[in-house]
Each structure stands twice: as C-alpha cells, then as structure tokens.
C-alpha cells in the first residue's frame, strides 16, 4: 500500500515539473539543485499529508506555499503567472477527486463509508491520478494550440489511449471476482496490449526524430564548416592578390635603390619581406584539390589545439571523388583524432594520416592518442561527449559510406592509440553519394 502510494505520489511530482518545464523558463541552476528542491518539495508535502493529520485547507496551503517556492527558485515568470499555476495545478486536483468520487457513486460504491478499506482506499487515489493526469495533457494541449502550435491525430490519441486505458485497467483490478465482470477484465487485458503497442510506436518515433536531427545537426556543422573554409580561402585569394600588388610595388622601390646604390635600404626591405606570417601554410600538397582543401583546412584546425600532423598521402592529382562523401570520410576522422589528441599531454598531441589510392581502390588510415578509457558497447564505440544524442554518429557515417563500396572497416586501440583503418573499392566507377 504505502509503495503504491510513494509511487503515485512521484508520479504526481513528475508531472508537475513537467507542467512548469512547459510554462516557463528555467533560471541557470545545476541539475543538482532542480533535483534537490523537487525532491525537498516531495518529501516536504507528502509528510505533511500522510504522516500528520492536518485539516484540508492546511494542506492546501502547505502545498500552495511550497509549490510557489519551488517555481520561484527554479523557473523565471512573473509573481501573477506563477500564483495561477499553483491554483489552477490544485484545482485540478480537486476536481480530479470529485470525478473519481461521482463515478463511485454512479456505480454503487461509496467510498466515504468504505474509508477503512484499503483496497478502495488505493483505487481511489491511483484513480484520481490518473484522472489529473488527463486533465493535464488536455491541458498542455490547448496551451500548445494557443501558442499557434500544430496539433496532430496522435496527440489526442496519446491523452486518451494512455490514461484513460490505465484508468480502465486500474478498475478492472479492484472490481469483485465474478463472472459479471470477466468482460472488464478481458478488456483490460487488449488495453494492456494495445498500450504497449502505442507506446512501441512512439519509441520507434522518438528513436528516428532523434537519428534525423543527429543528422541534421550534422550536416549543418558541415554546411558551416564549408562557409568558414570558404571565407579562409577568399581571404588567402585576398592576401596573394594584395601581396602580388604589393610585391609590384617593391620591385619598383628596389630598383630606385639600386639606382641609388642604397644596398642598406634593400636589404631592411628583404627582412621586412621574410617577416611576411606562413600560418596558412598548406601541409598537403598532393595536387589533388579536394584531398588539399579538406586536409589543410583539418590541419589547420588541429594546430590550434597544438596537435601536430603528419601526413602520408600518395593520390593522383586527377582522382575523382564526391567531395560531399569525401568530407564525411576525412572531417570525421580528423574531428574524432582532433577532439581526442586534444585530451592528452602536450607532448603526446599528434595525429597521422595515410591516404593512398591503388587503382581505383582508396585506402584510409587515422591515427590518434587518447587519455582514460574508451566507451564501447559490444563491438560500438560510444562517444564520450557530453550530449548523448550524438553517440557514436561519426563513426556510422563513415561505415556507411564503406559500406556502400562494399569496403572494409577495422578499429584497434592498442596502447592509448585509436587507429581506424578504411578500404573502399571502386571509388571513380562507383562515385561516393
């Protein structure tokens, strides 16, 4: 009984944050700190109602206290829109309740004379949970609609087929054994499987929303990664084509020099010229333009992070591939090298790579060091990034792509060393896409 009670009362809280999640903002608080004060608020109310027995209005307002308490804490919103919710959260309740009782009646059951029965007791409560649990979901959904939001055929499907079928199951439960009410527990058992159908579904739904804005979010981090190299380029076209300017100008100074014979003045010219900064300096100069632009770009983005790069690449200047597939392929790699040499001693930060093309065979190798211990789940790498979401992302890409060429994919991290080798078949016959 008293489980039961701890479980639904939990469920009730639960719901409540869920409800203030939906209302307002949140304030900058730890998840510590929502943790503790949501449990401090539990803990605090349900004492107050089923360890000591006080009158209804005073656990009215020891509940309308603490509930403002915890929105005034946690969320942001104005002292008007927080009094409302906690009225309108109690309210509901209330009403909950007096369904529940009037339904009780309708069926010939008073539950203030049965007080003393446990049963009934128990049925009474999860019941009214259930109920407020209703009334919250038609609830959110009508905020939903005047936010101007879209309302979908599944949104009420989901308010009516969870809880209303749980509230039918929970009846079923505490109804008289007999042959007159076999059908109510033989409906009870479809609803069963039916929810557990429904809530299937929704899983599925959720798993490919989340795989599709992993992806999204992936393709926007190449769209803008693609932006700022071409933003670099502009500005090294820039650069030559002022320099080129520049160097114009020089010549026709040196030759005044000379005409001059002012050898000191040419020659603090030349060291002004040497001075000229090489940050941008390519690393990779296969002649292969896509290979260059992507590897340099790369390299250019560890060397910030102080992880040197050393490259053995042997590619025709003229092998033809997607450079869409091909960014997949190297930023991904690179990325996953970059973010964990970065973990390591400096001394330790440094990444190689070695692309070499054989016919029209490609083959792929990356090297990286890392610190601590890697996730793995059976033979699935996990990534050690904060949001989950993201898990292992990088890696899928890439073997598709292999995949795709019918090619090869091996992973080893021997040694605090992370080597991913790739063999990909037929690269200008198949092109990647």
């Known amino acids: 009984m008293s489980i039961i009670l701890a479980l639904a009362e939990i469920f009730t809280v639960v719901m409540q944050q869920n409800v203030c999640k939906r209302v307002f903002d949140k304030k900058k608080k730890s998840a510590a700190v929502y943790a503790a004060v949501w449990i401090a608020f539990y803990v605090i109310c349900n004492a107050a109602t089923y360890f000591f027995t006080l009158l209804p209005y005073i656990n009215m307002l020891i509940f309308a206290v603490l509930f403002f308490g915890v929105l005034s804490f946690l969320y942001e919103g104005t002292i008007k829109n927080r009094l409302v919710l906690v009225v309108f959260l109690y309210l509901l309740g209330m009403l909950s309740e007096v369904i529940v009782y009037?339904?009780?009646?309708?069926?010939?059951?008073?539950?203030?004379?049965?007080?003393?029965?446990?049963?009934m007791l128990l049925m009474y409560t999860v019941l009214s949970k259930l109920i407020w649990f209703v009334e919250i979901k038609l609830a959110l959904l009508f905020l939903k609609k005047n936010k101007n939001m879209p309302i979908?055929?599944?949104?009420?499907?989901?308010?009516?087929?969870?809880?209303?079928?749980?509230?039918?199951?929970?009846?079923?439960?505490?109804?008289?054994?007999?042959?007159?009410?076999?059908?109510?527990?033989?409906?009870?058992?479809?609803?069963?499987?039916?929810?557990?159908?429904?809530?299937?579904?929704?899983?599925?739904?959720?798993?490919?929303?989340?795989?599709?804005?992993?992806?999204?979010?992936?393709?926007?981090?190449?769209?803008?990664?693609?932006?700022?190299?071409?933003?670099?380029?502009?500005?090294?076209?820039?650069?030559?084509?002022?320099?080129?300017?520049?160097?114009?100008?020089r010549y026709l100074l040196i030759d005044s020099y000379l005409n001059?014979?002012?050898?000191?003045?040419?020659?603090?010219?030349?060291?002004?010229?040497?001075?000229?900064?090489?940050?941008?300096?390519?690393?990779?100069?296969?002649?292969?333009?896509?290979?260059?632009?992507?590897?340099?770009?790369?390299?250019?983005?560890?060397?910030?992070?102080?992880?040197?790069?050393?490259?053995?690449?042997?590619?025709?200047?003229?092998?033809?591939?997607?450079?869409?597939?091909?960014?997949?392929?190297?930023?991904?790699?690179?990325?996953?090298?970059?973010e964990a040499a970065a973990g390591v001693t400096p001394e330790r930060r440094k990444i190689s790579l070695t692309a070499k093309?054989?016919?029209?065979?490609?083959?792929?190798?990356?090297?990286?060091?890392?610190?601590?211990?890697?996730?793995?789940?059976?033979?699935?790498?996990?990534?050690?990034?904060?949001?989950?979401?993201?898990?292992?992302?990088?890696?899928?890409?890439?073997?598709?792509?292999?995949?795709?060429?019918?090619?090869?994919?091996?992973?080893?991290d021997k040694e605090q060393c992370f080597r991913v080798k790739l063999l990909l078949y037929d690269i200008e016959k198949n092109r990647l896409r």
């Open 102 to 119: 009037f339904a009780a009646l309708l069926c010939g059951i008073d539950l203030l004379r049965m007080a003393q029965n446990t049963e």
């Open 260 to 338: 001059n014979n002012e050898y000191e003045k040419i020659r603090e010219l030349y060291r002004q010229s040497i001075d000229i900064p090489t940050d941008g300096e390519n690393i990779c100069k296969t002649g292969n333009v896509s290979f260059d632009t992507i590897v340099n770009y790369k390299a250019a983005a560890a060397k910030k992070h102080g992880i040197e790069v050393d490259l053995h690449m042997i590619v025709p200047c003229d092998a033809h591939m997607d450079d869409v597939d091909l960014y997949s392929l190297l930023g991904n790699l690179f990325d996953n090298a970059i």
């Open 357 to 412: 093309m054989s016919g029209n065979n490609l083959y792929l190798e990356m090297k990286n060091p890392y610190a601590g211990d890697l996730k793995k789940q059976g033979d699935n790498y996990l990534t050690t990034k904060e949001n989950p979401k993201e898990h292992g992302l990088g890696l899928r890409i890439i073997e598709n792509i292999v995949n795709r060429h019918s090619g090869q994919m091996i992973i080893d």
């Open 152 to 249: 979908y055929g599944m949104d009420w499907l989901e308010v009516f087929m969870v809880p209303l079928g749980s509230i039918f199951i929970v009846a079923a439960i505490f109804v008289p054994q007999g042959e007159s009410y076999i059908w109510m527990k033989l409906a009870a058992s479809i609803l069963v499987l039916i929810i557990n159908l429904f809530a299937f579904y929704n899983y599925n739904e959720m798993q490919e929303k989340a795989l599709y804005r992993a992806k999204q979010q992936f393709l926007t981090q190449q769209i803008q990664s693609y932006a700022a190299q071409l933003r670099e380029m502009s500005g090294a076209w820039q650069q030559a084509a002022h320099y080129r300017h520049d160097l114009k100008q």
